[in-house]
């Protein structure tokens, strides 16, 4: 019976979402975190896709924000908004060096043109999101910004 157990455990961690891969292009990376946007999925957790430090902002914020209220990021970033159909999806590597690269995502949400420009770094073997900023004719933002405003 514990073998049974440990297999169907070996098996689960093997088959695990896609942000534990790592990515060897910015493409390849954002391809994958945009996929279950794409699928009109909920996303998985998406830590293994962001940077170190951009997780540690993430960290910062939930450890800041009381229980039971709401955080420094009060809709989905990578969307520029809360709710999603994801078509028109296009990704453009602007710029690609060996350890930075700025890449610009381009998509309609319910129908409504969205640019993303990320900073993304690599480092453990993978790009990964470092911040990113999203331009919109109501409301453009950078992650990190808003985190910092947060935090006063």
């Known amino acids: 019976m514990r073998l049974h157990i440990l297999a169907a455990a070996l098996a689960a961690l093997a088959a695990g979402p896609?942000?534990?891969?790592?990515?060897?292009?910015?493409?390849?990376?954002?391809?994958?975190?945009?996929?279950?946007?794409?699928?009109?999925?909920?996303?998985?957790?998406?830590?293994?896709?962001r940077s170190e430090w951009l997780n540690s902002l993430y960290q910062a914020d939930e450890e800041a924000t009381p229980a039971g209220e709401m955080g420094a990021i009060e809709f989905d970033p990578y969307i520029?908004?809360?709710?999603?159909?994801?078509?028109?999806?296009?990704i453009d590597e602007l710029e690609v060096g060996e350890?930075?690269?700025?890449?610009?995502?381009?998509?309609?949400?319910?129908?409504?043109?969205?640019?993303i420009t990320y900073d993304l770094v690599y480092e453990n073997n993978g790009w990964r999101i470092d911040d990113l900023e999203g331009e919109n004719a109501d409301f453009s933002y950078r992650l990190s910004e808003i985190f910092e405003a947060a935090r006063g």
């Open 18 to 49: 896609a942000l534990a891969q790592d990515y060897d292009s910015p493409s390849a990376m954002l391809k994958a975190f945009y996929k279950p946007y794409i699928a009109g999925d909920l996303p998985d957790d998406q830590e293994g896709f």
């Open 99 to 115: 350890e930075t690269a700025t890449v610009e995502v381009t998509f309609k949400n319910m129908g409504q043109p969205t640019t």
């Open 80 to 90: 520029d908004g809360q709710d999603y159909q994801i078509t028109d999806f296009n």
